[in-house]
């Protein structure tokens, strides 16, 4: 996710065994286990989850900037009610290792006319009253955090029980772009949703996401008895694999029910797995499609309908819905993408 204009953002080349260009291993021993028998490893309990009860079978998650960047600034009550699930972006790494803050950008109070803690609390309240779940994020483009060992993993699990209790937040976005540790996360997370964190999200990059082999699919695999929902992200990427072996280049429908097909044939549920999208051509380098596209991905997953030139082997009629980045850059265009999308799950539901 990114805090800067697209054009500032980081590049990191990687290493040749990272290269979305080899084919993805899809049946490893955690795949299958995962996927047959519906396990949870590596620190998970022995059965998944059901879908979350208070939420609706198809969702929309957004996130809100706490920061200026060129997106429209917005106190956290302006968001709309098709925002099922709002990521607050970005907690912060403190000195200690693991640990993470979060405080009110004065910038973007300036922007708004003045917001203060105690209308930001309020605002998440407001938020709640409309059955939208309100979750902190930690990461993103210029995110810092580290859990490698379990005392940064109890410092992170500390710090965010300590935010959920002074903000009221329902749980916990993972959007680290620099790595990350399935097992200490795994510890930390656990201990969060132990520790009333009940809504756990995540957005992997597309690398990250190639093959139950990768850290962050190892993470989505071991909490996967508390996991919400994977957005991953499907943008600022390249061309990537798809679950049959080809090359999809991003930009398209094929991109995303390809990718997406990945996460599913790898052992989560249809109910974790949405398509994360830039809201605008200006909120990521590379990868915005028309929202229909996305529509049109979910009808593919979902139904078997609106396919491009691939089609899954199977349909997965409790696909979760999208993501985008951002709210406030959404909000700049008229909320183009959360009309079009949320319209779009309405008829999943319908099905």
Known sequence: MERSSPLLRRCFPLSPERSPRRKPVFLSLL???????GVVVAGGSASAAAPRADLPQHTLTGYWQNFVNGAKALKLADVPDKYNIVAVAFADATAKPGEVGFTLDPGLSAAVGGYTDDQF?????????????????????NGAVSV????????FAGSIKSLISQ???DGVDIDLENGINAQYMGQALHAIHDGGGSVLTMAPQTIDMQSTQAGYFQLALAVKDILTVVNMQYYNSGSMNGCDGKTYAQGSVDFLTGLACIQL???LRDDQVALGLPATGSAAGGGYQDPKNVVSALNCLAKGSDCGSYKPDASYPGVRGAMTWSINWDAASGYGFANTVAAGLGGLSAR
């Open 31 to 37: 795949a299958i286990l995962a996927a047959v028998f």
């Open 121 to 141: 609390r309020a605002d998440i309240k407001t938020l709640q009253s409309r059955g939208q779940k309100v979750v902190i994020s930690v990461g993103g483009q």
């Open 148 to 155: 490698g060992d379990s005392a940064s993993a109890d410092a």
């Open 167 to 169: 903000y009221g937040f």
């Open 265 to 267: 044939k790898g052992g």
